[in-house]
């Protein structure tokens, strides 16, 4: 089993920056592409960004692309979304997950772990 742990959320205003970080514990965390998703109130999680085992290849959605930079740290099994202008829409609860095959990262489906979550609020 691999226990993930996401930080790093909170209130901010809009066009702020977050970064949340996610430890993980239990497996080899460079066995694992991570990806972040988010879920907002009486909607489906959706897909935010993946990064690959080793970091060389990032994945991102659209609505967050050139606002928000995913990162691992192999050292310290960790992976973090940095977050940039935000926007009120970007108000959503972020989790974590991992997964072996990077070729799915897009697809919450096919995730392994998953961890609690974090929430992230953007005022206008």
């Known amino acids: 089993q691999m226990q993930l742990v996401e930080s790093g959320g909170g209130l901010v205003q809009a066009g702020g920056s977050l970064r949340l970080s996610c430890a993980a514990s239990?497996?080899?965390?460079?066995?694992?592409?991570m990806g972040w998703f988010r879920q907002a109130p009486g909607k489906e999680r959706m897909f935010v960004a993946g990064?690959?085992?080793?970091?060389?290849?990032?994945y991102y959605a659209n609505s967050v692309e050139g606002r928000f930079s995913v990162s691992r740290d192999n050292a310290k099994n960790t992976v973090y979304l940095q977050m940039n202008n935000l926007k009120p829409e970007d108000t959503a609860v972020y989790y974590c997950?991992?997964?072996?095959?990077?070729?799915?990262?897009?697809?919450?489906?096919?995730?392994?772990?998953w961890g609690q979550g974090t929430q992230v609020t953007v005022s206008s």
């Open positions: 239990g497996r080899t965390f460079s066995n694992f592409a």
């Open positions: 990064v690959s085992w080793n970091g060389d290849s990032t």
């Open positions: 997950g991992a997964l072996e095959n990077q070729r799915w990262v897009r697809y919450g489906r096919f995730y392994d772990y």
